[in-house]
């Protein structure tokens, strides 16, 4: 059964860093881009970042480049978000979702989603 879980979350001060993990299990994600998306009470779910299967190639939102990093560890299907210099605008849940097509930014082409994980920056 395809399932995505995230995890890593937590509530930080503004300037420290986190990493969220989403470990994939399921053969159906084999050549999937790996997203990662955020989402505050009210607003559209917003892309942060997305990976091909292989890890080789990333796309990274403006609002964060610089400070996010999305990287993966193909032997345990890990998909992880580095997040340094944290703000309290990225306050959000983040959540990981697989597509596939290539690089996509857009929330609609996304046919796997996880359940979340609640990343809190207090300033």
């Known amino acids: 059964q395809e399932q995505l879980v995230e995890s890593g979350g937590g509530l930080v001060q503004a300037g420290a860093s986190l990493r969220l993990s989403c470990v994939a299990s399921?053969?159906?994600?084999?050549?999937?881009?790996m997203g990662w998306f955020r989402q505050v009470p009210g607003k559209e779910r917003e892309f942060v970042a997305v990976?091909?299967?292989?890890?080789?190639?990333?796309s990274v939102a403006d609002s964060v480049r610089g400070r996010f990093t999305i990287a993966k560890d193909n032997l345990k299907n890990t998909v992880y978000l580095q997040m340094n210099n944290l703000k309290p605008e990225d306050t959000a849940v983040y959540y990981c979702?697989?597509?596939?097509?290539?690089?996509?930014?857009?929330?609609?082409?996304?046919?796997?989603w996880g359940r979340g994980t609640q990343v809190t920056v207090s300033s």
């Open positions: 979702a697989a597509s596939e097509l290539a690089f996509t930014h857009m929330a609609q082409n996304y046919k796997y």
């Open positions: 399921g053969s159906t994600f084999s050549g999937y881009y």
């Open positions: 990976i091909n299967w292989g890890g080789s190639a990333t």
